[in-house]
């Protein structure tokens, strides 16, 4: 039962991972403060802890059946719904909000955020190499947040 179960809990951690890595980008470049290489480390640090913790349910609790491939020594995962508590967090909370509607909210409030900032930015006694540097940087993550939003969405819309 054990190989069924990780392709399903990796993604969930994994993607949750990415999803929290990319709102604390957009909370730390949002502010004007320089923050320390050791703060960074520890927000990465906290993302995956809460990354593995969000995705040890879907190791222990998501139920799978592995029923033989006819003609062949291979078996297929399929999921059964054994366990309806579950079911109904995953369907209900877990995906919806902790892959969906939470990160869409922060990435797309911070950016927004950050894209008033920049705005400002240009309008103070700073060089002009650095005015650019942090324009370029922006649209980056900008583009970023954008993309993860379209895809978040296109995702929760296909899901719910």
Excluded: W
């Amino acid at each position: 039962m054990f190989p069924c179960k990780i392709p399903v809990a990796f993604p969930q951690a994994f993607g949750l991972m990415s999803h929290i890595i990319i709102c604390f980008a957009t909370l730390l470049h949002t502010s004007r403060q320089r923050f320390s290489i050791e703060l960074m480390q520890r927000l990465i640090t906290v993302a995956i802890v809460i990354s593995i913790l969000y995705g040890i349910p879907f190791l222990i609790y998501y139920d799978y059946d592995a029923l033989p491939l006819s003609g062949t020594n291979g078996t297929a995962c399929v999921p059964n719904e054994n366990n309806e508590l579950f079911s109904k967090y995953t369907v209900y909370a877990g995906v919806p909000i902790m892959n969906g509607f939470l990160p869409v909210t922060i990435m797309s409030l911070f950016g927004l955020l950050t894209f008033r900032n920049v705005r400002h930015v240009a309008k103070k006694n700073i060089p002009i190499a650095h005015i650019h540097l942090e324009q370029k940087l922006t649209a980056m993550v900008l583009i970023k947040i954008l993309n993860v939003c379209l895809t978040v969405i296109r995702f929760l819309i296909f899901f719910l």
